[in-house]
């Protein structure tokens, strides 16, 4: 009886141009919902961290897409330490939650956030240009533009504190990787949330 002889597709075998970049899928954007759910554990961090930022800013626009953001916070760390992704589904939303504050902040203040938005221009350009060079993945430059926009109703300054902090934790993590492990990449998402965390308790 003749055995076939084994076929060899490419698209299968990882390359140097893929290894440690975001795997990119044909999945419509909501498909994520059905990729992963929340553990018992990331209910209990992000119901702190809702709780820690509710205490530090107080009531005010920040909290509604701020809340959801806490809340997805363990999940977005832990998808994207595990599948070096960061979900549409979670993501997406948020910064709709993101804009509606800033829309509903510039009506009741009758005047365009400026501040606010010119944070999340300039940041969504800075993230793009690292991500074209193939330093970030697109799913880095989304959090990090819905981020921006979540500090931005809270402190201008924030921003480039979280941005900052985001950079030196991740650069340190990275070279001890490096050093220990020789690999080049490491997931960014979960330093953007350090940057973040750590902008809302020291400067908000």
Do not use: C, Y
């Amino acid at each position: 009886m003749p055995v076939a002889e084994p076929t060899f597709d490419p698209a299968l075998e990882p390359t140097a141009a893929t290894v440690g970049r975001r795997p990119s899928s044909s999945h419509p954007w909501w498909f994520g919902w059905r990729m992963w759910r929340w553990e018992r554990s990331d209910l209990i961090i992000g119901t702190a961290l809702a709780v820690l930022l509710i205490l530090v800013t107080g009531i005010g626009p920040a909290i509604v897409p701020g809340v959801p953001l806490a809340l997805a916070t363990p999940v977005l760390w832990r998808v994207d330490v595990t599948e070096l992704r960061l979900p549409n589904a979670l993501v997406l939303p948020i910064g709709a939650l993101t804009l509606a504050s800033l829309v509903a902040l510039g009506l009741a203040d009758g005047a365009v956030p400026v501040a606010p938005l010119a944070s999340m221009t300039a940041t969504f350009v800075f993230f793009l240009i690292l991500s074209i060079g193939g330093g970030m993945g697109m799913g880095d430059v989304k959090l990090a533009v819905v981020l921006a926009g979540v500090l931005a109703l809270v402190r201008i300054d924030a921003v480039l504190a979280a941005a900052i902090i985001a950079f030196v934790s991740g650069g340190v993590a990275a070279l001890v990787v490096h050093v220990r492990s020789r690999q080049r990449s490491i997931p960014f998402g979960p330093f953007l949330l350090i940057g973040f965390w750590a902008a809302i308790v020291l400067v908000a």
